[in-house]
């Protein structure tokens, strides 16, 4: 379904976020810069990079026209950039100065709403880059944001799981508690309206996700008499650690979830059923987003790699897609769809949740069916042992117990080609399945004294630290940043709570 057509290897930090217009990708990164390429061929735009900002820069949007390009960073601004000359337009200084983590531009660009670390929200006046209005969500931080395609309201998502709708006057129309345990980390509306059940009534699709592990999609309605409702509709969890970015395709079809495990899964937005998923990238998947009128696909991770992905028709079966190889064979694959079809809707629906092998714990693989491993061999290129494999009865339980005495002496496998290689993939398993609880991932360590952290707090550089280690490293240093050793803007420390808990979420498989 999705084949790689580029990768982008220009950043030098971690990517934030990744947006489209109808010319353009804009990537941002902690890098402190933005950058612009064209769709055509995908090459960095003359201008490029954008350098306006002091420190990281943690999301970028379109105008609906494509001329305005919007970014929002630590250093407390949101900047207005021209997207034909990369010229800045205006600066827009967050009230309190606190980091801003999100931006987004309403349909018809004529405001923008901007959401920052204190839980404050700003609504900007985009033709007179004014300030409008202002105000807070009660707890956490402000991380997501998205217009419903009216234009009337907009939704943010904070650090401790609430989802808030706000009328564009900055009435808090309703709040979701808890939407998302431990924190919602984006939210994206559907471009597309739908008709409700009764005449004339509209309501708009969303999408939600979070340290949970889950992408949620939600119907908004709008006009009932609380101002505003959140009714679930489904919940998708086709990835097994937490999601950091979801977005819809322009005609509200698909869904695109970038997750910590380093997947990228694209659902069908309708039946919440998984059709594809990449593992290109090699570090937790940070941004995701549809291009508008192109079926391309740009995902963003902390690997400092975007890559870009056009979209073909029909449906993939396993999803790994790779620039230099297609993992197994056109045959393996018609062989593992076939078996897929085979399976009766307990065993699909089982199948489409694993999604595939490389997203799941030991218990999940270790509750595998016969016909599971069966679907599984054929996706490794195994799928002239799926007979011997049945005929022994070997189940999810059996597979992560073979080793290479029973393969040769048991199953009888005569080729020794095949022998080995069956043993190389199910020892490729057992090592992912061990390493997803094993092993201090280098984004829970502190930079400076390399532990793992217990208080992270983000330092005005962006970066995130222990807090005795970057209070005493302030106290000694004269408030230069250990990341960059340039002078720190301001020496306030904002409590990290989605790594906290990420943390926190880690130890408790150990």
């Known amino acids: 379904m999705a084949t790689l057509i580029c990768s982008l290897v220009d950043h030098s930090d971690d990517v934030n976020w990744c947006a489209f217009s109808s010319t353009c990708l804009a990537t941002c990164s902690l890098d402190k810069t933005i950058r612009l390429y064209s769709i055509k061929g995908f090459s960095e735009l003359p201008f490029s990079p954008l350098n306006g900002h002091g420190y990281a820069v943690h999301s970028c949007c379109f105008s ?35 980091p801003v983590r999100i931006c987004s531009f309403s349909p018809d660009s004529s405001c923008l709403v901007s959401g920052a670390a204190d839980g404050t929200v700003a609504l900007w006046d985009v033709h007179s880059n004014t300030l409008c209005s202002s105000a807070a969500v009660k707890e956490g931080s402000v991380v997501a944001c998205s217009f419903a395609p009216c234009g009337q309201m907009f939704v943010t998502g904070s650090t401790n799981g609430d989802l808030c709708a706000w009328s564009c006057q900055m009435k808090q129309l ?47 309605s709008q006009d009932v008499p609380s101002g505003c409702k959140f009714q679930l509709v489904r919940t998708l969890n086709g990835q097994s650690a937490p999601v950091l970015s979801c977005a819809f395709s322009s005609d509200g079809q698909l869904l695109v979830s970038g997750s910590v495990d380093k997947s990228v899964v694209i659902y069908d937005a309708n039946k919440g059923i998984v059709l594809n998923k990449l593992t290109h990238h090699e570090r937790y998947v940070t941004a995701c987003a549809f291009a508008p009128d192109m079926p391309l696909i740009a995902t ?28 197994g064979s056109a045959v393996s694959k018609a062989t593992a769809k076939k078996k897929f079809d085979s399976l009766n809707e307990e065993e699909k629906e089982k199948h489409l949740d694993v999604g595939f092998v490389k997203a799941q714990s030991r218990l999940s693989v270790s509750e595998w069916s016969e016909e599971v491993v069966s679907v599984w061999l054929c996706e490794e290129g195994l799928g002239e042992l799926v ?66 952290m217990k208080d992270p707090v983000i330092a005005s550089d962006g970066y995130s630290y222990e807090r005795e280690a970057i209070e005493s490293w302030i106290h000694t240093k004269k408030h230069s940043s250990p990341m960059t050793n340039l002078p720190l803007k301001s020496v306030l420390l904002t409590p990290n709570r989605t790594l906290k808990m990420a943390i926190s979420r880690w130890k408790n498989c150990q």
């Open 64 to 98: 609906s026209t494509g001329e305005l390009l919007a970014s929002c960073s630590t250093d407390g601004t949101t900047v207005l950039w021209s997207v034909n000359t990369g010229e800045i337009v205006t600066v827009l200084q967050h009230p309190g100065r606190s």
């Open 174 to 220: 309703c709040t979701l508690k808890t939407a998302h345990d431990l924190g919602v980390t984006c939210c994206q509306f559907s471009p597309q309206t739908c008709n409700g059940m009764e005449r004339n009534s509209v309501y708009f699709q969303m999408a939600s996700c979070g340290q949970d592990n889950n992408v949620k999609i939600w119907r908004v």
């Open 300 to 327: 963003g991770s902390m690997d400092k790699m975007v890559t870009v992905w056009r979209i073909e028709d029909g449906t993939s079966f396993g999803g790994r897609v790779n620039q230099h190889s297609n993992k």
């Open 387 to 452: 007979t011997i494999f049945k005929a022994n009865n070997i189940d999810g339980s059996q597979l992560l117990s073979l080793n290479k005495e029973i393969v040769t002496n048991d199953l009888n496998i005569e080729s020794l080609g095949l022998r080995n290689k069956v043993i190389r993939k199910i020892e490729e398993l057992k090592e992912h399945l061990e390493s997803i609880c094993t092993g201090i991932p280098d984004e829970f360590l502190c930079p400076i004294n390399r532990e793992l």
